[in-house]
T-cell receptor, first 117, second 112 residues
């Protein structure tokens, strides 16, 4: 079974530029997550999708970050314009469901490392 | 904001046991997880424990849960150099779907 795919793996941009990341979850996984992992910290959830609907985006800086999952499969995360503090690894994860009562493993992709200069 | 706390660093010798500790925030957390992250890789689920359990053993891994103190630990028996990585504990609240809150990670270094 193929894992969660992300691209690009690395991206270097200057502040105020725009950038987009792409994620392809495991086939059949309804739930998709984007996390931000700043160096030396644990991942922080930015947004959670269930199929093509947003379940939680309370920690997404909506003035500059946007995400979509139009057909309920692939997802893109965009930053426009980028700030220095956006330098981080952006992790995508997927799970088969977000139903309560099950341990419900999240499978993580390798991440995109963003450096903002 | 709520914080899940872990010590930053642990160094052990190959063959010894490693114990990584975590303090979580919410006694209503339903599941608690341990993830492993190797350099340049995503997170890999190692094990998890349901909140009504005190202990779970899975081969070399033993998870202990103290709900009263909101303390979670991961013991790795016979630690190998391949166990060198960053270990994250995470808690899940069912009231927030499947949202996970991660600790800052503990870097485990295994010396030959």
């Amino acid at each position: 079974e193929a894992g969660v795919a992300q691209s690009p793996r690395y991206k270097i941009i200057e502040k105020r530029q725009s950038v987009a990341f792409w994620c392809n979850p495991i086939s059949g996984h309804a739930t998709l997550y984007w996390y931000q992992q700043i160096l030396g910290q644990g991942p922080k959830l930015l947004i959670q999708f269930q199929n093509n609907g947003v379940v939680d985006d309370s920690q997404l800086p909506k003035d500059r970050f946007s995400a979509e999952r139009l057909k309920g499969v692939d997802s893109t995360l965009k930053i426009q314009p980028a700030k220095l503090e956006d330098s981080a690894v952006y992790l995508c994860a997927s799970s088969s469901t977000s139903r309560s009562g099950s341990y419900n493993e999240q499978f993580f992709g390798p991440g995109t490392r963003l450096t903002v200069l | 904001g709520e914080d899940v706390e872990q010590s930053l660093f642990l160094s052990v010798r190959e063959g010894d046991s490693s114990v990584i500790n975590c303090t979580y925030t919410d006694s209503s957390s339903t599941y608690l997880y341990w993830y492993k992250q190797e350099p340049g890789a995503g997170l890999q689920l190692l094990t998890y424990i349901f909140s009504n359990m005190d202990m779970k053993q899975d081969q070399r891994l033993t998870v202990l849960l103290n709900k009263k103190d909101k303390h979670l630990s991961l013991r790795i028996a016979d630690t190998q150099t391949g166990d060198s990585a960053i270990y994250f504990c995470a808690e899940r609240w069912d009231s927030a779907g499947n949202m996970l809150t991660f600790g800052g990670g503990t870097r485990l270094m295994v010396k030959p």
